[in-house]
Protein backbone atom coordinates (compact mmCIF):
# COMPACT_ATOMS: atom_id res chain seq x y z
CA UNK A 1 0.00 0.00 0.00
CA UNK A 2 2.92 2.24 0.70
CA UNK A 3 4.36 1.64 -2.55
CA UNK A 4 0.69 2.61 -4.51
CA UNK A 5 0.82 6.17 -2.40
CA UNK A 6 4.03 6.51 -3.53
CA UNK A 7 3.22 5.89 -6.69
CA UNK A 8 0.10 8.18 -6.82
CA UNK A 9 2.37 10.95 -5.08
CA UNK A 10 4.44 11.05 -7.75
CA UNK A 11 1.96 11.60 -11.27
CA UNK A 12 1.63 14.65 -12.22
CA UNK A 13 -2.00 16.04 -10.98
CA UNK A 14 -3.84 18.92 -12.61
CA UNK A 15 -3.86 21.76 -11.36
CA UNK A 16 -7.80 23.79 -11.56
CA UNK A 17 -7.35 26.46 -14.32
CA UNK A 18 -4.16 24.57 -15.13
CA UNK A 19 -3.42 22.89 -18.52
CA UNK A 20 -3.85 19.56 -20.36
CA UNK A 21 0.07 18.98 -19.37
CA UNK A 22 -0.37 19.79 -15.32
CA UNK A 23 1.26 23.03 -15.72
CA UNK A 24 -0.43 26.18 -13.95
CA UNK A 25 -2.23 28.66 -15.12
CA UNK A 26 -0.40 32.21 -16.28
CA UNK A 27 -1.54 34.34 -14.07
CA UNK A 28 0.13 37.28 -16.30
CA UNK A 29 -2.10 40.14 -17.79
CA UNK A 30 -0.17 41.08 -20.78
CA UNK A 31 0.27 39.03 -23.84
CA UNK A 32 3.10 36.83 -23.26
CA UNK A 33 5.30 35.09 -25.87
CA UNK A 34 6.82 32.59 -23.43
CA UNK A 35 4.19 29.94 -22.67
CA UNK A 36 6.42 27.76 -20.68
CA UNK A 37 6.88 30.18 -17.69
CA UNK A 38 4.56 32.65 -15.38
CA UNK A 39 7.54 34.51 -15.01
CA UNK A 40 7.12 37.38 -17.84
CA UNK A 41 9.95 37.62 -19.65
CA UNK A 42 9.36 39.70 -22.51
CA UNK A 43 7.92 43.37 -22.96
CA UNK A 44 4.71 44.10 -22.05
CA UNK A 45 1.77 44.76 -24.70
CA UNK A 46 3.01 46.61 -27.98
CA UNK A 47 2.88 50.18 -26.36
CA UNK A 48 1.97 51.71 -30.05
CA UNK A 49 -1.33 49.58 -29.72
CA UNK A 50 -3.23 51.99 -28.06
CA UNK A 51 -2.35 55.30 -30.18
CA UNK A 52 -5.08 57.22 -31.49
CA UNK A 53 -3.56 57.74 -34.82
CA UNK A 54 -6.57 59.17 -36.12
CA UNK A 55 -5.01 63.08 -35.83
CA UNK A 56 -2.65 65.16 -33.40
CA UNK A 57 -2.14 68.55 -32.53
CA UNK A 58 1.26 69.87 -32.72
CA UNK A 59 4.23 72.36 -32.89
CA UNK A 60 7.51 73.21 -34.86
CA UNK A 61 9.98 75.58 -34.34
CA UNK A 62 12.05 77.28 -37.07
CA UNK A 63 15.34 77.90 -36.59
CA UNK A 64 17.73 79.43 -38.71
CA UNK A 65 20.36 82.56 -39.37
CA UNK A 66 22.18 84.22 -42.30
CA UNK A 67 24.09 87.26 -43.07
CA UNK A 68 23.59 88.71 -39.60
CA UNK A 69 19.71 88.13 -39.86
CA UNK A 70 18.33 84.63 -37.72
CA UNK A 71 15.33 84.10 -36.60
CA UNK A 72 13.53 81.07 -34.06
CA UNK A 73 9.79 81.19 -34.22
CA UNK A 74 6.90 78.46 -33.86
CA UNK A 75 3.36 77.65 -35.59
CA UNK A 76 0.79 75.53 -33.94
CA UNK A 77 -0.02 72.31 -36.54
CA UNK A 78 -3.13 69.99 -36.85
CA UNK A 79 -3.09 66.97 -38.73
CA UNK A 80 -5.70 64.68 -39.54
CA UNK A 81 -4.79 61.06 -41.18
CA UNK A 82 -4.92 60.46 -44.39
CA UNK A 83 -6.40 56.88 -45.61
CA UNK A 84 -7.66 57.65 -49.37
CA UNK A 85 -6.43 60.39 -51.99
CA UNK A 86 -4.36 61.63 -54.62
CA UNK A 87 -1.93 62.50 -51.75
CA UNK A 88 -2.38 59.41 -50.08
CA UNK A 89 -1.61 57.29 -52.78
CA UNK A 90 1.68 59.62 -53.48
CA UNK A 91 2.79 59.33 -49.41
CA UNK A 92 1.89 55.33 -49.97
CA UNK A 93 5.03 55.16 -53.13
CA UNK A 94 7.13 57.39 -51.55
CA UNK A 95 7.06 55.06 -47.87
CA UNK A 96 5.49 52.02 -48.97
CA UNK A 97 6.40 50.45 -45.36
CA UNK A 98 5.06 53.47 -43.62
CA UNK A 99 1.94 53.00 -41.80
CA UNK A 100 0.07 56.59 -41.23
CA UNK A 101 -0.43 59.47 -43.30
CA UNK A 102 -1.19 63.30 -42.39
CA UNK A 103 -2.21 65.87 -44.03
CA UNK A 104 -0.56 68.72 -42.18
CA UNK A 105 -2.06 72.17 -41.41
CA UNK A 106 -0.20 74.68 -39.46
CA UNK A 107 -1.82 77.83 -37.43
CA UNK A 108 0.35 79.97 -39.05
CA UNK A 109 0.67 81.75 -43.09
CA UNK A 110 4.67 81.81 -42.56
CA UNK A 111 7.11 82.88 -39.84
CA UNK A 112 10.30 84.92 -39.53
CA UNK A 113 8.80 87.69 -41.09
CA UNK A 114 7.04 85.92 -43.83
CA UNK A 115 10.64 84.59 -45.19
CA UNK A 116 9.33 80.99 -44.66
CA UNK A 117 6.28 80.74 -45.85
CA UNK A 118 4.40 77.69 -44.30
CA UNK A 119 1.48 75.73 -45.78
CA UNK A 120 0.10 72.55 -45.56
CA UNK A 121 1.96 69.85 -45.73
CA UNK A 122 2.43 65.89 -45.44
CA UNK A 123 3.77 63.75 -43.02
CA UNK A 124 4.62 59.58 -43.01
CA UNK A 125 5.01 57.46 -39.89
CA UNK A 126 6.74 54.39 -40.10
CA UNK A 127 5.70 52.63 -36.48
CA UNK A 128 7.85 49.26 -35.95
CA UNK A 129 8.87 47.44 -32.31
CA UNK A 130 11.93 49.33 -32.29
CA UNK A 131 10.36 53.05 -32.20
CA UNK A 132 8.91 55.49 -35.07
CA UNK A 133 10.39 57.59 -37.96
CA UNK A 134 8.54 60.50 -39.19
CA UNK A 135 9.03 61.55 -42.92
CA UNK A 136 8.19 65.10 -43.38
CA UNK A 137 6.95 65.99 -46.92
CA UNK A 138 6.22 69.52 -49.16
CA UNK A 139 3.61 69.70 -52.56
CA UNK A 140 5.23 71.48 -55.34
CA UNK A 141 2.79 71.77 -58.17
CA UNK A 142 0.98 68.79 -57.38
CA UNK A 143 3.89 66.39 -56.57
CA UNK A 144 4.91 65.11 -53.05
CA UNK A 145 8.58 65.37 -52.14
CA UNK A 146 10.29 64.61 -49.18
CA UNK A 147 11.33 68.02 -47.13
CA UNK A 148 12.99 65.88 -43.77
CA UNK A 149 13.33 63.00 -41.98
CA UNK A 150 14.15 61.95 -38.71
CA UNK A 151 14.68 58.16 -38.19
CA UNK A 152 15.03 58.67 -34.19
CA UNK A 153 12.14 60.31 -33.05
CA UNK A 154 11.18 60.47 -29.30
CA UNK A 155 7.82 58.53 -28.96
CA UNK A 156 6.51 57.96 -25.41
CA UNK A 157 2.97 56.01 -26.40
CA UNK A 158 1.11 59.44 -26.92
CA UNK A 159 3.85 62.07 -27.76
CA UNK A 160 6.61 61.97 -31.25
CA UNK A 161 8.77 64.42 -30.85
CA UNK A 162 11.26 64.99 -33.92
CA UNK A 163 13.85 67.54 -35.37
CA UNK A 164 15.15 67.58 -39.15
CA UNK A 165 16.46 70.53 -40.62
CA UNK A 166 14.89 72.21 -44.31
CA UNK A 167 16.65 74.19 -46.47
CA UNK A 168 14.79 77.61 -47.53
CA UNK A 169 16.63 79.82 -50.44
CA UNK A 170 19.71 77.54 -49.74
CA UNK A 171 19.58 78.16 -45.89
CA UNK A 172 19.44 75.44 -43.90
CA UNK A 173 17.02 75.84 -41.18
CA UNK A 174 16.56 73.39 -37.68
CA UNK A 175 12.74 72.27 -37.84
CA UNK A 176 11.42 70.48 -34.20
CA UNK A 177 8.27 70.03 -32.60
CA UNK A 178 6.23 67.91 -31.88
CA UNK A 179 2.82 65.57 -32.58
CA UNK A 180 0.16 65.10 -29.75
CA UNK A 181 -2.01 62.17 -30.56
CA UNK A 182 -5.80 61.43 -29.49
CA UNK A 183 -6.86 65.13 -30.21
Given at each position: M???L??L??????????D?????A???T??D???D?????D?DT??W?????TG???E??F?????G??C????DD??V?L???S???????L????S?F?????A?ESV??????????Y?????????V???????D??T?EE????S??????A???????I??Y???????GY?Q???
Amino acid sequence: MLLSLLFLACQDSKTIGGDDTGEPADTDTDTDTDPDSDTDMDTDTDPWQEVDWTGYVGERTFKGETWGYSCEESSDDAGVELTEGSEYEQLTTLCPLCSHFYENEPAEESVCDGYLPLGTTYRALLVTDAGVAAYFYTEDEGTLEESGTDSATGFDGATLEFDYEISVYGIPVAVNGYMQFGG
